[in-house]
């Protein structure tokens, strides 16, 4: 098994920045590819950005490209996404999910964390 657990969410303005946390604890030492999920109220959950983990290989939604990054600290069993000019509709839960394949499709991932808020007021 493998515990994820969000943090770093919170309410900012258009245009700033926030940095989410994700600590993996359990079963660390599998190789999992390591992704953000977002959902917004009333929508599907939709992937932002995964990352290997070796961390050589990321990729990132259309929408978030040039503004998030995702990184991994193997070492601290923590990934990150550092969010920048953020836009009022990047409003959603946030969730940290782990998985054995590169993939942007949710139903891929077999462990997920709680979620945590991220709010853009415009």
């Known amino acids: 098994q493998l515990q994820l657990v969000e943090s770093g969410g919170g309410l900012v303005q258009a245009g700033g920045s926030l940095r989410l946390s994700c600590a993996a604890s359990?079963?660390?030492?599998?190789?999992?590819?390591m992704g953000w999920f977002r959902q917004a109220p009333g929508k599907e959950r939709e992937f932002v950005a995964y990352?290997?983990?070796?961390?050589?290989?990321?990729t990132y939604a259309d929408s978030v490209k040039g503004r998030f990054t995702i990184s991994r600290d193997s070492a601290k069993n923590t990934v990150y996404l550092q969010m920048n000019s953020l836009k009022f509709e990047d409003t959603a839960v946030y969730y940290c999910?782990?998985?054995?394949?590169?993939?942007?499709?949710?139903?891929?991932?077999?462990?997920w964390g709680q979620g945590t808020q991220v709010t853009v007021s415009s």
């Open positions: 999910a782990a998985g054995p394949y590169m993939s942007r499709a949710p139903a891929q991932y077999n462990y």
């Open positions: 359990g079963r660390t030492g599998s190789n999992y590819v």
């Open positions: 990352i290997t983990w070796n961390g050589r290989t990321t």
